[in-house]
């Protein structure tokens, strides 16, 4: 096969002399200056002559910003194969995603053993670099459940845990020469390294063959395996031209789509890539487009991870250069939400509502479920699923100011609420919208808001005015008071039923900077004191919105954290309104400040962490001091919960009649979490407590916890929007039932 479709990459080979560091870290910087791709170093590591190929790797990167960097090659039989793959990875993430791996299987095998190395045969060089390739990978695949396991002759894992990922895809290419390692190369491998001065005239198309043969038999493709080729200065200096007649048929006739230049002269060097790499480009270029390439596009490996039920051939094309399969790279930053792992068969990443329209067209045409994901942080869990489609709105983030006057904001469902917070600082404008500034519009502005402003101004959904919507068949439609009203009534407070949403107007608040005041209590009667944190905060100013955590510390003692945020820079009115609250409890800490809202409105860690947060429980109360308040009391007193957050909203949000939106629990005040301790089970005296939730922090969703989201005239309208919208239930966490 003389071309496999690879682009076409050049390399400089630079020998790591300790003689002269500061020469050899330059020569890498000039590379990366003329253009050259990647930079490579010989590893040795018994040479003393030469500086560590590792440290000098590290250094090197810190000191370079475009180039990749590489071995050329690893002395595996020195180089701990899981360490080796951690090592790799740390600085693929530090620098950027700029890491690629070369091995060997060792050479000069008494210098090997004088370092405390094993001497081994051919074969059996062979055999342990194939165990190294497994557990290097094994490592590298953090999304795989459970420890990694090989049980290798010269090379094994013992369970050990996987990770991290590295920030792309590293390529393993292997240096060889022989059968059995070029058989290697087309089994697992990535690329193949010889150098060109150890060939023989007809050595790189046998090797081709070697290689092509074993990768078909592997159920893999040829072109699978890049081919790499160090090349030298020899004893005659050859002229650009000589040097171009020498390379063009080793790229076009050999397949050769990496060439890497052995050289430590700046000089050579720059000639190199001023005459020569230009010329070469520019003729494989013709000559592909005269006849084009194989091309290079997903691997078999990556093709071998692909869903059933999911037609990726079909995938329209405006979607296709930015889905992202099981098998790619990038798989891993987007397959999980925050608190929840998933493993879908494709994510699809529109940028704007044509697209978000045709991949629900598309999504709803497969074999398998699919969820619109916005910002990917609920805990409810319905951001990812299992071999399904996740329509990723992420990219649709814009955050517009419509009308100053009217405060009317337009934000793309993909924004983060952080983002909108900062853009809308500068307007000075605000709109309440949760406590964590990586929750991403979509879920929250479609299901509720309960915020930091929450008493002031209401529930988020509150202040949505219109709204943009995909429906299931992906027609596209607007929803307003005046446009398809009863859609509009089900997008606030039930939006994932009925659409997929891409954009909301919002009213905004005239606010800029706000009081914050946090105060940790030490609890001594749960129940107790939740009841009167309840009656606090109902006789407190409207303004003034707490947030509170109660939490067990190592010794059994319960802890309660507030943080208290006064709407407004009033400061005297602020603190008349937040001293009550010192007086609940014995304070362990306490601090207050004015601040931007903005600043409030902080991430939380990676969007993307797949944390595995246990099951929460949810529940909406009128009061703290009603049945289930005190049941969840008692059982952070008994050791049965680690976690209780209350999110308090009695006031504007009351002012709100129940019909007006899908969210009809106006009589409730507080919304409560619970996460159980480790063993605990707390589900069926929750579940007896509880009357009413919502819906977003709800992880078991049953026809039971459904009733509670939705009472029942507000369920049996849901039921109609929806027979309208999404007559064949494509939509939605679960059925809303007959």
Do not use: C
Request: hydrophobic share 40%; net charge negative.
């Amino acid at each position: 096969m003389p071309d496999y479709g690879h682009d076409l990459r050049f390399g400089t080979f630079i020998t790591p002399q300790n003689t002269a560091p500061d020469q050899v870290v330059g020569l890498a910087q000039l590379s990366e200056q003329l253009g050259y791709d990647l930079v490579t170093f010989q590893d040795h590591p018994y040479q003393p002559a030469f500086l560590d190929t590792w440290t000098l790797l590290s250094y090197v990167a810190a000191r370079t910003e475009r180039v990749h960097l590489a071995p050329n090659v690893l002395n595996l039989p020195l180089r701990n194969p899981a360490v080796t793959a951690r090592s790799v990875a740390s600085l693929d993430l530090l620098s950027g995603g700029r890491i690629d791996l070369a091995l060997g299987a060792g050479a000069f095998w008494e210098a090997i053993e004088a370092m405390g190395g094993p001497r081994l045969s051919p074969g059996q060089s062979v055999k342990a670099l194939s165990e190294a390739v497994e557990v290097i990978r094994g490592i590298w695949s953090p999304e795989e459940r459970g420890g990694l396991f090989v049980k290798g002759e010269f090379h094994s894992a013992h369970g050990a845990k996987r990770g991290p990922a590295p920030a792309h895809d590293v390529p393993i290419w292997l240096g060889a020469y022989k059968p059995r390692m070029l058989r290697l190369i087309g089994e697992k491998a990535d690329g193949w390294l010889p150098s060109q001065s150890y060939l023989q005239p007809g050595d790189l198309a046998r090797g081709n063959t070697v290689i092509d043969d074993a990768a078909v038999a592997a159920g893999r493709a040829p072109e699978d395996v890049r081919r790499l080729l160090n090349i030298a200065v020899g004893r005659e200096v050859l002229s650009p031209q000589e040097w171009i007649d020498q390379l063009l048929p080793l790229a076009l006739v050999d397949g050769i789509s990496t060439f890497i230049l052995a050289s430590d002269d700046p000089r050579g060097l720059e000639e190199f890539a001023e005459e020569v790499i230009p010329v070469l480009r520019e003729e494989v270029a013709a000559e592909r487009s005269a006849a084009p390439a194989a091309g290079a596009g997903r691997s078999t490996r990556a093709l071998s991870r692909r869903a059933p039920g999911i037609d990726y051939d079909a995938i329209p094309e405006a979607l296709a250069a930015d889905a992202v399969e099981p098998g790619d790279p990038t798989y891993a930053r987007v397959r999980h939400s925050y608190v929840h792992r998933g493993s879908p068969g494709l994510v699809l990443r529109p940028a704007d509502t044509d697209q978000v329209a045709e991949a629900v067209a598309y999504a709803r045409r497969q074999q398998v479920p699919f969820v619109a994901r916005s910002g990917g942080h609920g805990i409810g869990g319905r951001s990812t699923n299992d071999g399904g489609i996740v329509v990723d709105l992420g990219r649709l983030d814009t955050v517009e100011v419509l009308d100053r006057e009217r405060r009317l904001v337009r934000v793309g469902a993909g924004a983060r609420w952080r983002e909108v917070a900062r853009a809308l600082s500068s307007h000075g404008l605000a709109i309440s919208s949760g406590d964590s500034g990586d929750v991403g519009v979509g879920g929250l502005g479609t299901s509720g808001g309960i915020g930091f402003l929450a008493r002031s101004y209401g529930l988020t959904i509150d202040h949505v005015v219109g709204a943009d919507v995909v429906l299931a068949d992906g027609t596209v439609v607007r929803a307003d008071a005046e446009h398809h009203p009863d859609l509009f009534w089900a997008v606030r407070g039930a939006g994932e039923y009925v659409g997929v949403v891409t954009s909301l107007d919002i009213e905004a608040m005239e606010l800029s900077d706000i009081v914050l005041a946090v105060i940790v209590h030490q609890v001594d009667d749960t129940a107790d004191y939740l009841t009167r944190l309840g009656a606090l905060t109902e006789a407190s100013p409207r303004p003034l919105t707490p947030f509170t955590t109660l939490f067990p510390s190592d010794d059994g003692q319960t802890y309660a954290r507030i943080m208290l945020v006064w709407a407004g820079d009033e400061t005297e009115a602020a603190v008349g309104a937040i001293e009550p609250f010192l007086h609940l409890a014995p304070v362990v800490q306490q601090q207050a400040q004015v601040t931007p809202y903005k600043g409030i409105i902080r991430s939380t860690g990676d969007p993307a962490a797949g944390h595995r947060q246990p099951p929460t429980r949810s529940a909406l109360v009128a009061d703290l001091g009603d049945g289930l308040a005190r049941t969840a009391g008692r059982m952070m007193d008994e050791g049965r919960l680690q976690l209780i957050q209350i999110r308090a909203f009695p006031g504007a949000a009351g002012d709100v009649a129940p019909e007006a939106t899908a969210f009809a629990h106006r009589d409730r005040a507080y919304s409560l979490i619970a996460i159980a301790a480790a063993g605990a089970s707390v589900d069926e005296e929750w579940d007896a407590a509880v009357d009413a939730l919502y819906g977003n922090f709800e992880t078991v969703v049953t026809p039971e916890t459904l009733a509670k989201t939705f009472p029942s005239e507000t369920l049996a309208r849901l039921r109609d929007v929806k027979a309208v919208y999404d007559p064949d239930s494509v939509l939605g966490r679960t059925s809303l039932g007959e």
